[in-house]
């Protein structure tokens, strides 16, 4: 879709969500609670509700023309809690409008939460539901909802199954860690599967359930995958990725060109391995090494705060999309005094890396039609010390992208055998820590004298014959508040310096920074809270703190527009 249609469409589709569907809404501005003085940490182009908590994004996808997302929502509170499903919809995944709650915890297996879940598509395109909920004594079983009317692209009414619950914990499976079915798939009999995250003895796994009608099921005799390393799994996610390009798969038994990701949430992190799905034995075969075994430690992202996690395959762009639950680093007491919690990863298209041992990933195309106000520098030296502030754009609410030439690899520090952990790495050798190669990079959200900084920085090193690029995010500097955490995060990134050149791009939001090193290798999202640096405040700097010169090759950024996030529109009640 060309950018001067865009406007047009949203404009079409509010006119059919409020003419045409009978719907109505007091306030058809700017999301009221946006980013400004009074709400310094309220993001303008990420999702999030107007008010209260959020967290897991459930069932996104992509139907009849329109983008949904439901996402677990508290309706009364900014802290954890009474959980419904929220709903949401959009035409190009930036703008959106809020429709009322999908789901409501008023059943009594339900009325500890309606908790997360995901969307499957039936025979003839019908959508179904297949969500936790958690009873009083938060008892979990897995439960149906289907569409009022499958004819409604908007979606706004559901029905929960009579035969709710359909699964229940059986004798061996605790009842309070059994939850967050997958979306489901049908084997190759036609008998449909769905993975259910637990653990047993604090193994993690990952249950299997299989089923003729979508209604009876029936526990498989073996576990699908499970592993003693890493403890209770929530969110599992298992999905096709094609092997010749990065278009996303939808169908679970292509042969040949297809390899499969499984990932699951646990010890604060989104982790995937791949292997291949052995569609006749319907199991799982993990390609080379399993969940925290030897220094392979593959993460969606490696921050603190991306958690979660759900795909969807976009049917009109023929693309997987990732979403995330973009947690709070700041206290419980300011998350009340602010009144709201949570927000939503920009959403990312996932496709498996052309060497084939891990997966890219990158923001929507569509966040690009935000970008104004671009600002480009080529060609830069940057010598030991020094320091080029990026003007003439919204630093606190802006889209860079930075690639680097560094002309004296072979003067590169020796790798220590025992840097193996790249978040230690960072926190050692921090952005203040002078090296030969690095660190260089931006210093996003800073104040002018630099009391306030973000630094996103590499340093290189060399091993032997090959080099090691690492990316690092300190927040050491980021706010003078203490009730914030201030962690410093890293990845090893899988780049070949001495072959291609070293890119960043970084989104900045007033609290939220996603980073995405390498074209997408390797992913940190972190969520800061300056007290000096906010709004017009924010400044933006290019930076070598390393002993030896590097060239920035090319470095764009842009101001970026804030997304409209519309507020809830309530079906009209009949005329009497």
Same mark, same amino acid.
């Given at each position: 879709?060309?950018?001067?249609?865009?406007?047009?469409?949203?404009?079409?589709?509010?006119?059919?969500?409020?003419?045409?569907?009978?719907?109505?809404?007091?306030?058809?501005?700017?999301?009221?609670?946006?980013?400004?003085?009074?709400?310094?940490?309220?993001?303008?182009?990420?999702?999030?509700?107007?008010?209260?908590?959020?967290?897991?994004?459930?069932?996104?996808?992509?139907?009849?023309?329109?983008?949904?997302?439901?996402?677990?929502?508290?309706?009364?509170?900014? +802290?954890? *809690?009474?959980?419904?499903?929220?709903?949401?919809? =959009? &035409? #190009?995944?930036? /703008? @959106?409008?809020?429709? !009322?709650?999908?789901?409501?915890?008023?059943?009594?297996?339900?009325?500890?939460?309606?908790?997360?879940?995901?969307?499957?598509?039936?025979?003839?395109?019908?959508?179904?539901?297949?969500?936790?909920?958690?009873?009083?004594?938060?008892?979990?079983?897995?439960?149906?909802?289907?569409?009022?009317?499958?004819?409604?692209?908007?979606?706004?009414?559901?029905?929960?199954?009579?035969?709710?619950?359909?699964?229940?914990?059986?004798?061996?499976?605790?009842?309070?860690?059994?939850?967050?079915?997958?979306?489901?798939?049908?084997?190759?009999?036609?008998?449909?599967?769905?993975?259910?995250?637990?653990? +047993?003895? *604090?193994?993690?796994?990952?249950?299997?359930?299989? =089923? &003729? #009608?979508?209604? /009876? @099921?029936?526990?498989? !005799?073996?576990?699908?995958?499970?592993?003693?390393?890493?403890?209770?799994?929530?969110?599992?996610?298992?999905?096709?990725?094609?092997?010749?390009?990065?278009?996303?798969?939808?169908?679970?038994?292509?042969?040949?060109?297809?390899?499969?990701?499984?990932?699951?949430?646990?010890?604060?992190?989104?982790?995937?391995?791949?292997?291949?799905?052995?569609?006749?034995?319907?199991?799982?075969?993990?390609?080379?090494?399993?969940?925290?075994?030897?220094?392979?430690?593959?993460?969606?992202?490696?921050?603190?705060?991306?958690?979660?996690?759900?795909?969807?395959?976009?049917?009109?762009?023929?693309?997987? +999309?990732?979403?995330?639950?973009?947690?709070?680093?700041?206290?419980?007491?300011?998350?009340?005094?602010?009144?709201?919690?949570?927000?939503?990863?920009?959403?990312?298209?996932?496709?498996?890396?052309?060497?084939?041992?891990?997966?890219?990933?990158?923001?929507?195309?569509?966040?690009?039609?935000?970008?104004?106000?671009?600002?480009?520098?080529?060609?830069?030296?940057?010598?030991?010390?020094?320091?080029?502030?990026?003007?003439?754009?919204?630093?606190?609410?802006?889209?860079?992208?930075?690639?680097?030439?560094?002309?004296?690899?072979?003067?590169?520090?020796?790798?220590?055998?025992?840097?193996?952990?790249?978040?230690?790495?960072?926190?050692?050798?921090?952005?203040?820590?002078?090296?030969?190669?690095?660190?260089?990079?931006?210093?996003?959200?800073?104040?002018?004298?630099?009391?306030?900084?973000?630094?996103?920085?590499?340093?290189?090193?060399?091993?032997?014959?090959?080099?090691?690029?690492?990316?690092?995010?300190?927040?050491?500097?980021?706010?003078?508040?203490?009730?914030?955490?201030?962690?410093?995060?890293?990845?090893?990134?899988?780049?070949?310096?001495?072959?291609?050149?070293?890119?960043?791009?970084?989104?900045?939001?007033?609290?939220?920074?996603?980073?995405?090193?390498?074209?997408?290798?390797?992913?940190?999202?972190?969520?800061?809270?300056?007290?000096?640096?906010?709004?017009?405040?924010?400044?933006?700097?290019?930076?070598?703190?390393?002993?030896?010169?590097?060239?920035?090759?090319?470095?764009?950024?842009?101001?970026?527009?804030?997304?409209?996030?519309?507020?809830?529109?309530?079906?009209?009640?009949?005329?009497?």
């Amino acid at each position: 879709m060309h950018t001067m249609e865009k406007p047009v469409v949203w404009a079409l589709l509010l006119c059919f969500v409020a003419v045409v569907n009978g719907v109505q809404t007091t306030d058809l501005g700017q999301n009221g609670a946006s980013a400004g003085t009074t709400q310094p940490y309220r993001t303008a182009y990420h999702f999030q509700p107007l008010k209260n908590w959020m967290n897991d994004p459930n069932g996104p996808l992509y139907y009849k023309g329109v983008y949904h997302l439901f996402y677990q929502y508290n309706p009364y509170s900014a +802290i954890w *809690g009474n959980m419904t499903w929220g709903h949401s919809i =959009s &035409n #190009d995944l930036v /703008n @959106w409008v809020h429709l !009322e709650h999908a789901l409501n915890p008023i059943e009594p297996y339900e009325l500890g939460g309606c908790f997360s879940g995901s969307i499957t598509m039936l025979p003839g395109g019908r959508p179904v539901i297949f969500y936790t909920g958690a009873d009083t004594n938060n008892f979990q079983s897995q439960n149906l909802a289907f569409p009022k009317d499958p004819s409604d692209p908007l979606l706004r009414e559901w029905v929960k199954s009579p035969h709710n619950p359909v699964i229940t914990a059986e004798d061996d499976i605790e009842p309070s860690d059994f939850r967050d079915p997958t979306t489901a798939w049908q084997a190759v009999d036609g008998t449909w599967q769905v993975l259910i995250g637990g653990k +047993i003895d *604090g193994r993690g796994m990952a249950y299997l359930y299989q =089923s &003729n #009608d979508f209604i /009876n @099921w029936t526990r498989s !005799e073996k576990i699908f995958h499970s592993s003693v390393k890493t403890g209770m799994w929530e969110c599992p996610d298992f999905y096709p990725v094609s092997i010749n390009g990065k278009d996303g798969v939808d169908n679970y038994l292509e042969k040949g060109n297809t390899k499969f990701v499984l990932k699951a949430s646990f010890l604060d992190h989104d982790h995937y391995i791949l292997g291949y799905y052995k569609a006749e034995r319907n199991g799982f075969q993990v390609e080379a090494t399993d969940f925290m075994e030897a220094n392979t430690d593959w993460r969606y992202d490696y921050g603190g705060k991306f958690y979660a996690s759900k795909t969807f395959f976009d049917g009109g762009k023929k693309r997987r +999309i990732l979403w995330a639950w973009i947690m709070e680093a700041d206290s419980r007491a300011n998350d009340i005094k602010k009144g709201w919690s949570g927000l939503q990863s920009i959403p990312r298209v996932v496709w498996l890396s052309a060497s084939g041992n891990q997966l890219m990933q990158w923001p929507v195309e569509e966040i690009e039609s935000l970008r104004k106000d671009e600002v480009e520098i080529k060609d830069k030296e940057l010598e030991k010390g020094s320091l080029v502030e990026v003007v003439g754009i919204t630093a606190a609410q802006a889209d860079v992208e930075i690639s680097f030439e560094l002309p004296n690899l072979e003067d590169a520090e020796q790798m220590e055998p025992s840097w193996t952990d790249p978040q230690l790495l960072c926190a050692q050798k921090n952005a203040a820590v002078e090296g030969r190669l690095g660190p260089f990079g931006l210093l996003v959200l800073a104040s002018s004298n630099l009391t306030e900084e973000t630094a996103i920085f590499f340093r290189v090193f060399k091993n032997h014959s090959r080099h090691i690029v690492l990316l690092c995010n300190d927040l050491s500097r980021s706010s003078l508040s203490r009730d914030v955490r201030k962690t410093t995060f890293g990845a090893f990134l899988d780049i070949n310096p001495l072959q291609e050149s070293i890119s960043l791009r970084t989104l900045i939001d007033h609290s939220i920074v996603e980073s995405f090193g390498g074209g997408g290798k390797a992913c940190i999202t972190a969520r800061v809270y300056p007290v000096l640096a906010v709004d017009k405040e924010a400044k933006l700097f290019a930076f070598n703190k390393g002993s030896h010169n590097i060239k920035i090759l090319k470095l764009n950024a842009w101001s970026m527009k804030e997304a409209k996030i519309l507020p809830i529109m309530k079906r009209r009640k009949p005329p009497v």
